[in-house]
């Protein structure tokens, strides 16, 4: 019994024990609660704010993201007067188609030789830049736009031309590599009588023993600086003082000098150097030079051949001797190469995410141009990115895009002839002006015989480059058909048309 009321008397402190506990834990909820809520509130408006600082775009849906590509056309105006040093098996070719199509597109005035051979492209770099050896301009009055053809390089010579306003752009491509596709091309094997199973590497164990020509387009002593201007006294001089060197001896420094010199005014006269190695990031420096459209700058490759020695691998000591031979080259193209370099580490991640957007592009063209494919229905669409608007690739432009350069050498002659003959006098008629070239001339000779360029034509010309040739020129159209208002029926009536006028 007393130990009963002892307890009975202790039960009050339990009981107050119990309920601070839970007090303490009701008490401890709550405040972690209220600094979740805190914490998270916090949270919340530092995100706001760093949404204020930060691109809106990272917190945009997927859809929203169209916002940021969309295309911003620059801030200039498209440059139509340009001079190409074409120097030879660089790349050059295939330059040329794509400022062929621009000038042909664009209705521009090409500085065009006189001749129709099919070697007339070198007729400037043979016989000189010289006005007996090209045709007047389209037009006298805004006179030539582009020079693009082989010529040596005489910046007087081109400024004369085309004015002031010209930008001059060459290409160069690694000497090694340069020398191995002038081997495959103009047959050098034969021509230097070599017969050993690597004629290659025999004539690289002594260039001067086989090479006795002249420096030049055929020759291998700093082809592309001749190509640029160097005079050939000054290359046969640094190559005469390169022989004598011991193996593993300097140049001296006059040598040095006249290089260094050489690179210096080729460096202040040049706007663009393009490197063949780095194609694609050179037409897309082109075109921002130029302001041109990405599409503008798409290309099929031209006069490029499989050959054993492309990829074949030369032995140092031979390298050696390469440089040494071609010594004002490898000069020219490693500074060159630098100073490319250089620019685009200065243009940033956006010049390189653009080329990589050109290259995705020029792929899907080429496949496009390439395989028939039917469930294309002849047209592939190139969405807009913040490089390009979108526009589309139709099978027209596929015949552009793949027009031999002959072709487009003898419509741009034709076109030439149409503006500028048509105002002369006719020696063999009363009439003052020449009868009118007919639109149909390579398709049926007998309907024109007086249009001289009808066998040119044929002959440079597939059938469906010309007849794309006749619809862009406006001479064929869509519209020209036995319903059309010009048509009548064999009793001379006219047929009711169409009328989208009601």
């Not at 792929?363 to 807009?384: M, R, Y």
Request: charged share 20%.
């Amino acid at each position: 019994m007393e130990t009963s009321q002892k307890m009975t008397k202790r039960a009050p402190p339990l009981q107050l024990f119990k309920a601070i506990v839970w007090l303490v834990v009701f008490t401890t909820v709550v405040i972690t609660m209220v600094t979740l809520f805190t914490a998270r509130l916090g949270t919340s408006r530092s995100m706001q704010v760093q949404r204020r600082a930060m691109p809106t775009y990272l917190f945009r849906q997927r859809s929203d993201f169209v916002e940021k590509d969309k295309f911003t056309s620059p801030n200039c105006t498209a440059r139509t007067k340009l001079a190409l040093t074409k120097t030879h098996k660089t790349g050059g070719t295939t330059l040329m188609q794509i400022f062929h199509r621009y000038a042909y597109l664009h209705n521009l005035s090409v500085v065009l030789p006189t001749v129709t051979h099919p070697g007339r492209m070198n007729l400037f770099y043979l016989h000189g830049l010289i006005p007996k050896n090209y045709l007047p301009p389209q037009s006298k009055a805004h006179g030539y736009d582009m020079l693009i053809y082989h010529t040596k390089y005489n910046q007087e010579n081109y400024t004369k031309l085309l004015g002031k306003d010209a930008v001059f752009i060459t290409i160069l491509r690694e000497p090694l590599s340069h020398l191995k596709s002038q081997f495959n091309f103009f047959n050098l094997a034969e021509k230097f009588k070599l017969t050993g199973p690597q004629p290659l590497f025999q004539f690289l164990q002594d260039p001067g023993m086989y090479d006795h020509g002249r420096t030049g387009s055929h020759g291998t002593k700093s082809p592309m600086s001749r190509d640029l201007g160097m005079s050939r006294t000054v290359l046969d001089d640094i190559t005469n003082s390169i022989d004598t060197l011991r193996p593993g001896e300097p140049p001296n420094a006059s040598v040095l000098a006249t290089i260094e010199t050489f690179i210096a005014k080729i460096s202040k006269e040049m706007d663009l150097v393009m490197i063949t190695d780095y194609y694609d990031e050179s037409l897309v420096m082109l075109k921002r030079l130029m302001c041109w459209e990405l599409r503008d700058i798409l290309y099929f490759k031209m006069l490029s051949f499989s050959y054993e020695t492309k990829t074949e691998n030369i032995p140092p000591t031979l390298v050696e001797n390469h440089r040494k031979w071609d010594i004002v080259d490898y000069h020219l193209y490693e500074h060159f190469n630098r100073t490319f370099w250089k620019r685009v580490k200065e243009l940033g991640d956006d010049f390189r995410a653009e080329t990589a957007h050109f290259k995705t592009v020029h792929f899907s063209v080429l496949k496009h141009c390439t395989i028939d494919n039917p469930l294309n229905k002849g047209v592939l669409v190139i969405p807009e990115s913040r490089w390009n608007p979108s526009f589309t690739v139709t099978y027209e432009f596929c015949t552009l895009l793949k027009y031999g350069q002959l072709c487009y050498m003898s419509l741009l002659y034709d076109r030439n002839l149409r503006y500028t003959i048509r105002k002369k006098p006719n020696p063999g008629s009363k009439s003052r002006v020449v009868r009118e070239y007919s639109p149909h001339c390579a398709l049926c000779e007998t309907l024109a015989t007086d249009c001289t360029m009808c066998t040119k034509i044929s002959q440079d010309c597939t059938l469906n480059e010309y007849i794309t040739h006749l619809f862009l020129e406006k001479q064929l159209s869509h519209f020209d058909t036995s319903l059309s208002n010009n048509r009548r029926t064999i009793n001379g009536q006219n047929q009711e048309e169409f009328r989208a006028d009601g």
